[in-house]
């Protein structure tokens, strides 16, 4: 598997900003719940958004894709323009801030995860550092819902900056 280009030996170390600092994630000093994480709680959305993003950082998108919901149907996104998107980057990291809390809506569940997307342009090396929402959905324990419905898939990520 093509795990992406190698690190540019000239660059400097990537340092994003921190939370609470301009540009960084909220600065939300609420201990996270020890022990085993339930698949359907917003820290299972949580870690959904941290396998995206782990994925993402490999190069390995199509893997990042199905994490996605609607991906090549309602987007009318196929899995090789969303490879390509990430062309322009030769490098990316992210950082997952704490979950919100569940909303629901009409048997579908939402969180908002705080996301904050940093790393490197490949036409310039130039740093980029953004700041955004995740928001992820699932069933809810809808009659009739297929495994993957049930499951947190990433909805929409928008970010301010």
């Known amino acids: 598997a093509d795990d992406g280009p190698p690190p540019d030996e000239t660059s400097a170390a990537l340092t994003p900003p921190a939370p609470g ?9 609420t201990p996270v719940e020890e ?10 959305a949580g870690q959904v958004l941290q396998t995206y993003f782990a994925l993402i950082e490999q190069a390995k998108y199509d893997e990042a894709y199905v994490l996605w919901s609607g991906r090549g149907d309602a987007s009318g996104e ?3 323009d969303f490879a390509d998107r990430f062309s322009a ?3 990316v990291h992210a950082n997952i801030g704490a979950p919100g809390r ?5 048997g579908t569940l939402y969180v908002e995860v705080p996301v904050q997307l940093y790393g ?15 928001t992820l959905r ?3 324990n809808v009659p009739g819902a297929s495994e993957d419905q049930l499951a947190w898939r990433i909805d929409e990520i928008s970010y301010r900056n």
């Open 89 to 91: 980057y030769s490098e």
């Open 120 to 134: 490197r342009l490949a036409a310039t090396d130039e740093e980029f550092n953004r700041r955004g929402t995740a």
């Open 102 to 106: 569940i909303e629901g809506a009409a």
């Open 35 to 44: 022990g085993p994480i339930s698949p359907d709680s917003a820290q299972g």
């Open 21 to 29: 600092e301009p540009g960084g994630l909220p600065d939300d000093r």
């Open 78 to 80: 196929s899995a090789a």
């Open 138 to 140: 699932r069933a809810n």
